[in-house]
Each structure stands twice: as structure tokens, then as C-alpha cells.
């Protein structure tokens, strides 16, 4: 069975530690693994698109990696605004699979 | 760009009534729209893919009599809820793929937030 799981549930940091979430898929013929980033009562916000084993991605603070079987984002010395739930998907038919999301909150 | 909107981005109604909403991308072509329901605390669950032009595919276990699905443009998707109930309370959320690629990335739309009473 094709599943998505992320780690940790929540994950509580002081301003500037650095920490990573991580996204691990068994599923077969990964088609794009996709990170997202949600805040409460809105839409997610596309953050990237990884595509195959080895591929990195940044943005800021943001970082993204990709093995065969897992994905990583790396927060690099949080700010209070990267405040939020990270989402990850993957790409199974043309549809998405999420998995339940990674609650972050940085305190000052 | 890949700006996608939603409208109302909250609605209150009665029992029984029913509920459309708007999903609209305002600076591209949307081939495929996507349509999630999120409970609180939850991840998202996708309800159903549209297609422009063409019948919607149904997740299973979600009524399609009960969530009607309509795409009848390139920028435009409208599901409606039908003789909504307090248990369709929820946020809706929907998306849009660019056309092409059918792994692009999807884009969302900010949500409804829909409270039945």
C-alpha cells in the first residue's frame, strides 16, 4: 500500500535552531515529491519539487532533499515567521497523496 | 504567477440548503482542478479530479450526487454542495495543474471555510 508518512507530528524550536522534517514514501514509481507549507486557515503554499534521488533545493531558510526513500527539509535558523505546518506530497498517478504534516512554531 | 482563488472564502448555511463554490486560476490554464476537504488538524483529502470539459473522478467514498463537481472552463471549477448537512462542515480546498506534465506541481486556492447549521 502506497503511504506517506512525516515526522515529527509537531515540532516546538527557539529562534535559530536549526532542525530538520522528515517525509518518508513507500510508494512505487515516484513521480515528484512536493513540499508545501500551510498556516492556519489558508491554502498550502507551494515551497518545491524534488523529482529524483539525490536532487536539492533551497529557498532562505529552506533546504530539500530526496533519497529513494525519503525526503528531508531542513530549516536553517528559524525565524518565528517560518511558523507553520509543512506539508509533503507524492505524486501517484496524477494525483497527490499527503501525508499529515509537520506542525512547527518557532519562538522568539 | 500561479495565482489561484476561491470564493466565498467562508459561508454559513442552514441545514438542507445547498452551498457553490468558486475556483477560478487567475493567470494560467488549468487542465486538471483538484478539489480537498481538510477536517481540523487533519491533512488534506482529495474529493475529486476535474477535468475540463469532462465528467469528475471521484475518490472513493465520496458522493458524487452529494458534491457536485463542475469544470466548465480553463479557469474555472465550481463544486457544490448539495442539501448540505453539519457533518459537511469543513474547509474545502481546491487546486490547479498547469496543463502538461500531469506531475507539475498543483497550486492552491486560499479555501472556504463552510459551516452548516
Known amino acids: 500500500e502506497d503511504q506517506v508518512t512525516q515526522s515529527p507530528e509537531a515540532l516546538r524550536l527557539q529562534e535559530g535552531e536549526s532542525s530538520s522534517l522528515n517525509c518518508s514514501y513507500t510508494?512505487?514509481?515516484?513521480?515528484?515529491l512536493f513540499w508545501y507549507r500551510q498556516d492556519p486557515g489558508k491554502g498550502p503554499e507551494f515551497l518545491f519539487t524534488l523529482y529524483s534521488a539525490g536532487e536539492e533545493k533551497e529557498k532562505e531558510r529552506l533546504k530539500a532533499t530526496l533519497t529513494k526513500k525519503e525526503s528531508f527539509l531542513h530549516i536553517t535558523a528559524p525565524k518565528p515567521e517560518d511558523s507553520a505546518t509543512y506539508l509533503c506530497a507524492v505524486a501517484l498517478w496524477g494525483k497527490f497523496q499527503f501525508g499529515a504534516g509537520t506542525q512547527v512554531v518557532v519562538t522568539p | 504567477g500561479a495565482v489561484v482563488s476561491q470564493h466565498p472564502s467562508w459561508v454559513i448555511c442552514k441545514s438542507g440548503t445547498s452551498v457553490k463554490i468558486e475556483c477560478r486560476s487567475l493567470?494560467?490554464?488549468?487542465?486538471?482542478m483538484f478539489w480537498y476537504r481538510q477536517f481540523p488538524k487533519q491533512s488534506l483529502m482529495l474529493m475529486a479530479t476535474?477535468?475540463?470539459?469532462?465528467?469528475?473522478?471521484?475518490e472513493q467514498g465520496v458522493e458524487k450526487d452529494k458534491f457536485l463537481i463542475n469544470h466548465a472552463s480553463l479557469t474555472l471549477s465550481t463544486l457544490t454542495v448539495t442539501s448540505a448537512h453539519p457533518e459537511d462542515s469543513s474547509f474545502y480546498i481546491c487546486s490547479a495543474r498547469t496543463s502538461g506534465n500531469s506531475y507539475n506541481e498543483q497550486f492552491f486556492g486560499p479555501g472556504t471555510r463552510l459551516t452548516v447549521l
Open positions: 476535474s477535468n475540463e470539459g469532462s465528467k469528475a473522478t471521484y
Open positions: 510508494v512505487s514509481g515516484l513521480r515528484g
Open positions: 493567470d494560467f490554464q488549468a487542465t486538471t
